[in-house]
Every structure is written in C-alpha cells, then in structure tokens.
C-alpha cells in the first residue's frame, strides 16, 4: 500500500471518461476472471506505470480442492469416529498440495519468462512473484490501472479483468490481486467495531424493566472482568497448561502498549500478577511499537479481554505490518500454518463486506481457515456492528461480512444490559451471498424461518451460511488506553468468547483431551444445551434517507442477531463431561 502512494503523481491527466476500459477480447486467452463496475467510493484515475511492480500471486490447482473440508468435518463433527483426531501439520499439507502438473506448469512459467516465485504456503499452493505493469498487461491480456478512494485517498493499482497464459490454464485457479478492491477501513475497524456504537434505530426500553433490575449487579455500571465472571461463570483460577495458547489478530496500526495491559490488570485484576503480558508473533513485519504512536482501542480491547479473562493462559498477538487489504487475512493464517504449533484459539475482530471480494479468492481463504481448523484450531471472528448493515451502493440488500460467512469459523454476535441479556442492537448478523447453509445448522435456521416467516425475505438469501453462531455481551466495557475509555462492540465480545473457549481447552488438556477445535459442529448439537438462548431484543440500523430501519429479531434458539447465545463455562464443562 505504501508504495503506491506516489502513483498518483506518476500518472498523466486522469482521463475524462472516468473508467477503465476492459482488455481487449481474445479468442485465445478467454476472459478468466472480471468485473463490470468499480466499486463504490473509488475513482479510476489512469493506466499504471508501465514500469510500476506488482506484487501478484498464483494460487495452484489442487487434487480435490473439498479434501481438507471433508477432514475438517471428519474430526469435529461429534458423532464422527475421528472427532478430536486433528490432523499433524504434515498431513494437512499433503491434502492442499498442488497438482504436479500445475506445480511443473508455473514452474516453467516463470522460468521461461525470468520471474522468480515463492512459495508462500508450506504446501506450495500459493505463488508470489513481482512482474512490472507493462508485462502483467501484456502476458494476463490485462489492463492494470490506478484507483483511488475519495474518502481515504487509498490507492490501488487493479484490473477489470484478465487471462491466464495457456500454459497455466488448468492449472491457476486465480491470480491475486487482480479485480478484487480493498476496504479502505479495512483493518483498522470493522463498521465501527470497537470504536463507538454505531448509528442504531433507538431500541426501546421500558422503565419498569430498569427498575426491576438489580443494582447491586457486577454488571450494574460497566461490562468488566468481574462483572463477565459472574455473568457467564467464568473462572478466575489461573489455566495450568503452558502449551494451551489463545492468538489475537491486530494490524498495522493497532499497537498495544504494555503498560496499558499492566494498569489494566491493576485496577480490574489485582489477583493476577501485573506483569502478565503477552508476547508478539510478527507477520508481514508488523511491529508492535511502545511509543504511543498508533496504540489504539481496539488492540487494547482485544488483548486486556484475553489477558485480563483468560487467567494464565498464554496470550500471543499475531500482528500484521498490513492494512487495507485482503493479503493481511491470507498472511496471518499462511503463516500459522506453518507453524508446528499454531494456537488453538484465534480470535479476530475486523471485518469487511463479502462483495469486496470475488467469491474464488474468498473460497479460497475461507479454505486456509479449514486447514487450520483441522489442526485443532478454533478460530472465532466478531460479526460486526451495524446489525443488518447499509451495502455502499445498495439501498436493498442486507449487508454481508468476510469472513464471518465462511462456514469454517465462528462468528461472534452481540448482546447487552444483563438479568436478563438482550439482542445488542448492532450486533451483526446475516446469510452469505457465496456459501450455502452447512447442514450442522440446517434446524436450527430453519426453526428461526419458522419463527421468523417471510419477512424481508427478498433482502437476504435464505440458503446461504447464517451468522452469527455464537454472543457475548458487546455493551459499556472499559478499557485502559492512556486513561479510561468506554467502548461497545462485537470486537468486545469476541475475545471474550475466545477466553472461555481457552479456557475449556486448559480444562481438556489436564483431562488429556484435545482441544475444541473447529466449534461449530458441536455447538450445533451438544454444545447449544450449554448456551444461554436470548429470546429479547432485536438488531436494527437506519441507513439514511427513506429507506427503513433493518435488523433481525432474536428468537427462541437460534436467530442473525446472537446465534444460539451466549456461553456458561459451568454448564459447558458439563456437557464436556470434565
């Protein structure tokens, strides 16, 4: 990103017709992927420096690209015979291996034409290679040119389509980046994650339910360690298991300062030794600075809830040096991956919306998470903040999240208030436009739909993957970031739920069990008994203009507002029969 940041100067007179053209039809190399329209807020400004260097990469055909999905379900799926059987690094591998011939074939490409690749994957299945601008057009029939966003000025240089050479046709599946745009707020907040509430229809409540409550509450003023303790019984007995790790995602931009955690800890957990920290797994070059430069919230947030709930259990952040793209998402997880001992939870909150991305390169992250499922990883993902949401350009649609579609992860909602909790009324939620439903959710969406009827059914596709499938609450936390600060959101209530699900991997360890894993398939079946239904309450966002508040009520099981509810680690390590 940075290095594009001249671009603009090196670029002649926008052109008057204000978009880029298509490359020009080919009989011999078909179009292979494309894109009609530039995507909302951003501007075509002109060709690319011919000389400009691009940083693509291939990602290679596989065998049976379904294998490591069909794996994943194997050991986490309850009533499978090898539930819990997570696969060694070296077996994952082996099933996302490239095909020989499409390993030999872009080998040769880039031989034949001077470029030198890299493997970026240990299975070799992802490609990178730098080619200058005059060359990608002419080899990829493509017409490289620069966009710029009005809001943020990101520059990015794109294409509105391609071609694969001949040689590498069956054997590229896509190449990256080519028509797929950045979220500008990608990676620094995620429809306001963390920040501030967003702009929400009011929820209306009645008095008599405020005075009913009690005052004398944990949860009476603020959302807090203590107060999250008694709400869903978590432990404050330190975890025993040094090898039981539980990972947050940052980017560049989200620092988190050490002495920020320690005065946390000081005045919300002065049982826990204030010199529990955490330690720092670098991607991309990310650097956790100390200087105060770009601390934020939002990284204070996710590691003082981790931290400060997860009591001993080691914490890492894997920090990105990235922001503004998808190659942040692709690096994280290719780098856990080879990893011999990649954390088993990952907890994650940004966000961006699912048509950012073409759905081949989202199927394709969405099955590097699967990889790292079937290790034994359970990966959570906040569901995001402007309930239904507001689709730039789309007054019709309800809005959907990457990658909290993908039916390999779990995705976090919100709730709020307490005694009883209630749809937090951002809480994000919704059915994928890319990923069908999988079947461990089949009943307990369509009891939703039962519920629910047909209402706004031509919003949103009802066979798609629903989110979310788990909440926690999301409302009136404090965290310590150079003082004080409230903060609301389901970059609250993520890791949150990733501190209890380490938890109860720090309970399976000392029964010598193996950890949870990919969640799903068990929350579906025996962990929903464990769970607290939220049957109050609704999501609701106003988008502006005349157009209706839109959201999704919550329903008795599970509902696009909190899932199937919010977690009771007692009631949890019942059904675990620890």
Known sequence: MHALLCLLALVLVPSSIGNPTLPPSNDVLPVHESRQTVPPGFVYVGPAPSDHTLKLRFALSQNDPNAIVDALYRVSDPTSSEYGQYLSKTEVEQLVTPKPAAADAVKAWLQENNFT??????????????????????????????????RTKTQVVRTMAYSLPVSLQGHVDLVHPTTSFPNPSFGREVNG????????????????????????????????PECLQALYSIPSTPATNTDNRLGVVGFFGNSVSYSWVKQFLLTYRPDVDPSTNFTVDSVDGGVNEQDGSDSSSEGSLDIEYTVGLATNVPVVYVYSGMIGDFDGYLDIVNQLLGEENPPQVLSTSYATEESSFSFALTDKVCKQYAQLGARGTSILFASGDSAAGCPVGNDTSYQVL????CPFVTSVGGTASFEPEEAWQGSGGGFSNYFSRPAYQDAAVENFFAQYGDTNADKYNHSGRAYPDISAKADDYVIYAAGFTRIFGTSASTPVTASVIALLNDRLASAGKPPLGFLNPWLYSKGAGALTDIVEGYSNITCGGTTPPRGFPALKGWDPVTGLGTPNFDKLVAVLGL
């Open 117 to 150: 690749g890299t493997a970026l994957t240990p299975a070799g299945d992802w490609v990178g290679f730098e080619i200058p601008v005059h060359q990608a057009n002419s080899f990829f029939s493509a017409n490289f040119s620069v966009f710029v966003h009005g």
């Open 193 to 224: 994650i963390g920040l501030q509430q967003p702009s929400l229809h009011a929820m209306k409540r009645t008095d008599a339910r405020i005075a009913n409550r009690d005052l004398s509450s944990k949860c009476t003023n603020i959302t807090n």
């Open 402 to 405: 990457f990658p909290s579609n």
